[in-house]
């Protein structure tokens, strides 16, 4: 059974509601509440396409993809909201990614009796094959992308099954018809990144291809298969690199067995339809292994335009039934937008026959469960894996334990994923937090994986000496800053991941890794300065790096995309033994309260990217923050975590194009707004407890998987009462600032009373705090 989540939005409203089946409660459904629009302003990097939940084709309009690279930051996703022109459609992208890539297989419409294979200038809207658009013309909703080319005067649509895109294209009338096919044209574009591509045109009509490419994930290739609704009545290979056409043949007749080809570096193809009654359907589907693996994905999801659409709204109506709402219109297409957000990645990369290319390039198969990619590791381990093994722990979770296995075993290093995309690895960020997934769904109760081969599959990559200064750190006891870059963060990334290797290898029985993990868990000590009170970068010979500025954020230093404000408060997994080097609860609510009050007015943080959403120090657009609010509580004060979450939802999150403050990092962004709009959020994965922050909707009701049903209710919630008065679970007083996992899967109510005034009774003692307060 799914997990769904029931908010509603009167506390008044409940009696009558209870007997009212919840279709009829809510005027606007999930899916229509979604606004994929959401992020992609500012700094959210989000798409406004067509995909299924964690689909693989990712079908949606490019507006820029020839930025230079520096430049290409805010075009991550390949549209942005404030550009005036579209280059076409492309079938796959990120959603929230800090760097990105992707933009494979470009199509735009074009009309008229000359068709120029040119994108144009973005600067200079009527050039090239590029059309001018305007918002108003615009649909975005789950699944489903339409649009007005000004320009050609097409109306163009979009949707997308799980392995297919489908396109619509209604042309003017007695215009001839033309598709432009760009394989040169990539994000993140630069001279020499398609290291090869080809085209085939079949004699049945069908176009086939495939480009490889030397981009983030380097030797990438990418396969596809397009058949059309109309017969082709020409058509024209180019390489862009030699601007030499290749004619090919002229209305190939259907029983024809000639076979038209171009191989090349940068190819383009231009296909004529003349002049159509009706609009043209255009089928793609891809795939990472070979042509014929994306024709069987051709054939393995059938159907038209029409059949697609609305196979993928059900999808997405079955998805987004993790939260049904009733609440003011903002606050339900926030959640909801959010809660879409979390569903996209990490996306299936495996075929229809279970065939996928792996870290290796090779060809291997799933199976028993479907291979997925796109693993933002270090963003999602956070709360978007504990959100996907909440709400659907089978469907999602267990494929993306056996797919980081898989990557391990065929890993030519033997190690688990770091940032991995199209089987690819990038070596971007990090730590190795893969493994925290695993453990915590392992704890979780997850289980139709080998355990025990996991657990070794998470030492082996814990124990790979050549990786990000891990050899000094095992011999050391931390990352040496003269030996290794963004030494500091990794020394407490790397024991906080430890830690969870060592709960696992306690629950598996085996002591020996436990005990000798459990010791490397402590080794963020090693980094921090006791008299400082901040994490420092430490040198070889045992001395802290000099001149230090906790304020200071430069890549590739001391910090990954942070500073010494936010990365000092990594110790999720022993926030009590940080609390009392930092001198106890009054003075850890000291320091976060300088943290969040801190005076930006004479720092520039021009020059670093990710660096946004800003609260003083604290910077919700970049995940080391994450969990930081929640630290009040820990401290013995959770009345200020209320305050903190209220201040960081109204000023973070709107139902707007720039209502993200910062990339959305795969779902991260958003899963955080998803858990802390329940009340509660994972500040430890591992732990299988839930700090209570406070929430933000009068009601929720989780139907879990098991049968069971667990409530939310927050009576008297409104922007005055905005602080916790009691809480109780099961109707008993809840005097303790968590709930654990077991709690919320057995089923019950946890019911919070609201006031206008703080109550600094509640969950105040030490033995109300979490798990991680008190462990070392």
């Known amino acids: 059974m799914r997990l769904s989540v029931v908010l509603l939005a009167a506390a008044s409203l409940l009696p009558a509601l209870a007997a009212t089946p919840l279709a009829a409660q809510t005027a606007v459904s999930p899916y229509d509440a979604v606004d994929p ?25 490019d507006t820029d993809t020839g930025c230079e690279i520096r430049k290409c930051y805010g075009h991550a996703a390949g549209y942005r909201y404030d550009d005036p022109t579209i280059q076409g459609f492309s079938h796959t992208h990120f959603s929230g990614a800090g760097h990105s890539d992707l933009g ?66 209604a042309f003017p009338r007695g215009k001839a018809a033309h598709l432009v096919i760009d394989l040169r044209s990539s994000l993140y574009d630069y001279p020499g990144k398609i290291l090869w591509s080809s085209l085939r045109l079949l004699p049945d009509g069908t176009v086939t291809g495939m480009r490889e490419t030397r981009g983030w994930a380097p030797g990438r290739k990418l396969f596809f298969a397009m058949r059309f609704s109309a017969p082709l009545t020409g058509h024209a290979f180019v390489d862009r690199d030699t601007k030499v056409p290749y004619k090919g043949f002229q209305g190939p007749s259907r029983d024809s067995d000639e076979v038209a080809e171009k191989l090349g570096r940068a190819l383009e193809a231009r296909l004529d339809f003349g002049k159509l009654a009706k609009p043209l359907e255009v089928r793609v589907a891809i795939s990472g292994v070979d042509a014929a693996g994306a024709l069987a994905n051709l054939e393995g999801e059938p159907g038209d335009f029409d059949t697609i659409r609305a196979q993928t709204h059900t999808a997405w109506d079955q998805a987004l039934g993790a939260v049904e709402l009733d609440a003011p219109a903002a606050t339900r297409t926030n959640i909801y937008t959010a809660l879409y957000h979390s569903l996209l990645a990490p996306s299936v990369f495996g075929d229809v026959d279970g065939r996928f290319r792996g870290p290796d390039d090779q060809v291997h198969q799933a199976t028993g469960y479907t291979f997925r990619s796109t693993f933002s590791l270090w963003d999602t381990f956070r709360a978007e ?44 960020m990090i730590g190795y937090h893969a493994v925290p997934v695993i453990a915590d769904a392992y704890l979780k109760g997850l289980r139709g994986f080998d355990a025990n081969a996991a657990l070794d599959a998470m030492v082996a990559s814990a124990d790979y000496a050549p990786y990000g200064g891990l050899g000094e750190y095992i011999k050391r006891g931390y990352v040496p800053i003269d030996k290794e870059p963004e030494a500091a963060s990794k020394t407490v990334e790397y024991a906080y991941d430890d830690w ?48 230090f500025d906790p304020t200071a954020i430069n890549y590739g230093s001391d910090y990954t995309e942070g500073n010494a404000w936010q990365y000092s408060w990594f110790v999720p997994q022993d926030q009590g033994g940080l609390f009392r080097i930092l001198g106890g609860d009054r003075k850890v609510v000291a320091k976060l309260d300088a943290m969040f009050d801190y005076d930006n007015s004479k720092l520039d943080y021009s020059h670093a990217e990710d660096i946004a959403g800003l609260i003083g120090q604290y910077i919700h657009g970049n995940e080391p923050s994450h969990h930081v609010a929640y630290l009040y509580a820990l401290a013995g004060q959770p009345w200020r975590t209320q305050e903190r979450l209220k201040q960081i939802v109204d000023s973070q999150y709107k139902p707007t194009p720039d209502g993200l403050a910062g990339n959305d990092d795969l779902g991260q962004m958003s899963a955080w707004y998803v858990f802390t709009s329940l009340g509660f959020y994972p500040v430890t994965p591992g732990s299988n407890q839930y700090v209570i922050g406070r929430p933000f909707a009068p009601r929720a009701a989780l139907n879990l998987p098991n049968g069971k049903r667990f409530t939310v209710i927050a009576d008297g919630l409104s922007d005055t009462n905005r602080y916790i008065g009691r809480v109780t679970l099961n109707g008993q ?44």
């Open 37 to 61: 629009l959401i992020g992609t302003g500012g700094e959210g990097h989000t798409f406004p396409g067509a995909t299924a939940p964690f689909g693989m084709v990712q079908l949606s309009p």
């Open 385 to 428: 894996h504990p959100l996907l093994t909440l709400i659907q722990p089978e469907r999602t979770t267990s494929d993306v334990v056996q797919s980081l296995l898989a990557s391990q075993r065929y890993s030519p290093y033997g190690i688990l994923p770091i940032w991995q995309f199209h089987g690819r690895e990038t070596w971007t």
């Open 500 to 547: 969870t290797i060592a709960r696992m290898a306690r629950a598996l029985g085996r002591t020996d890794i436990a005990d000798r993990f459990d010791k490397r868990a402590g080794n963020w000590r090693n980094s921090f300065d006791a008299k400082s009170g901040f994490l420092r970068a430490r040198k070889s010979d045992g001395s802290f790096r000099t001149p």
């Open 104 to 169: 494979d297989i470009l199509v735009m419409p074009a009309v008229g009796d000359t068709v120029s294979l040119d994108p144009g200038d973005p600067t200079t809207p009527t050039s090239g094959y590029r059309s001018r658009f305007s918002h108003a013309t615009e649909i975005a909703k789950p699944g489903y992308y339409a649009v007005t080319l000004a320009d050609s005067g097409v109306r163009a649509e979009l949707t997308a099954g799980t392995r297919v895109g489908l396109h619509r294209y």
């Open 733 to 776: 007083p809840l005097t303790r600032s968590y709930i654990r996992h077991e709690e919320i899967v057995a089923g019950g109510e946890l019911r919070f009373t609201m006031q206008a005034t703080p109550n600094k009774s509640w969950a105040t003692a030490k033995t109300a705090r979490p798990y991680s307060t008190t462990q070392y």
